[in-house]
Structures are given as C-alpha cells and as structure tokens.
C-alpha cells in the first residue's frame, strides 16, 4: 500500500512560481527504481499526465508544460518535485502524483490557481 501525499500548491499571479511536493510513503518504496509522474485535473479536461521522471531520471514533459515545469526527486526523502514557473491561468487545476504508470491510488492533490 502507497500513500500519496502532495502539497505546495496555492494562487499565485500569471508569470509567478510554485514548486509542488510529492512524499511517497510505502513499503519498500525506492524512487531509485521506480518512474514517478505528476499529473493534473483541469476544469476542462479530463486528468492528464503533466511530467513523468524515469527511474533513470529521464524526464517527459506535456507539450502545453515544456520549458516551464520541472520535474525531479530526492530519493533519500522519498519526495518528488515539480518546479512550474511563467504559470499561465489555464494550468489551474488539482495537481496529483503517482507513478510513471499510475498504478496507486490517487491522493488528494493540491490544488493550484492561477489568476491572470
């Protein structure tokens, strides 16, 4: 059983930063191996994958997030990271991790607002 646990979303101005977190609480979890993802649920759309960081720490990005997010890790807190800068109003929306696959159960996600 993995628990998901995000944080650090908020309303922020269009232009501004956030840097969500991800705390990964299971047994025998290690990000060392295992491919993490981030992923977000708009008003308009259904959920879809927003960055995933491979086990190798290869990254992918959505088209609509390329250049401005970044994701990453620390294996040693079992968290995982996603860095949003120049955040535009349509990236409003509940941002949720799981893996690279999505195979856990959702937590609750952090809702981000991005007023223009």
């Known amino acids: 059983q993995v628990q998901l646990v995000e944080s650090g979303g908020g309303l922020v101005q269009a232009g501004e930063s956030l840097r969500l977190s991800c705390l990964v609480i299971?047994?025998?979890?290690?990000?060392?191996?295992?491919?993490m993802g981030w992923y977000r649920q708009t008003p308009v759309n259904q959920r879809e994958m927003v960055a995933i960081i491979s086990s190798g720490g290869q990254s992918t990005y959505g088209e609509s997030v390329k250049g401005r997010f970044t994701i990453s890790r620390d294996s040693a807190k079992i968290t995982v990271y996603l860095q949003m800068d120049s955040l535009k109003p349509e990236d409003t929306g509940v941002y949720y991790c799981?893996?690279?696959?999505?195979?856990?159960?959702w937590g609750q996600g952090t809702q981000v607002t991005v007023s223009s």
């Open positions: 299971g047994r025998d979890v290690n990000l060392n191996y295992q491919s």
């Open positions: 799981n893996s690279g696959m999505a195979i856990w159960s």
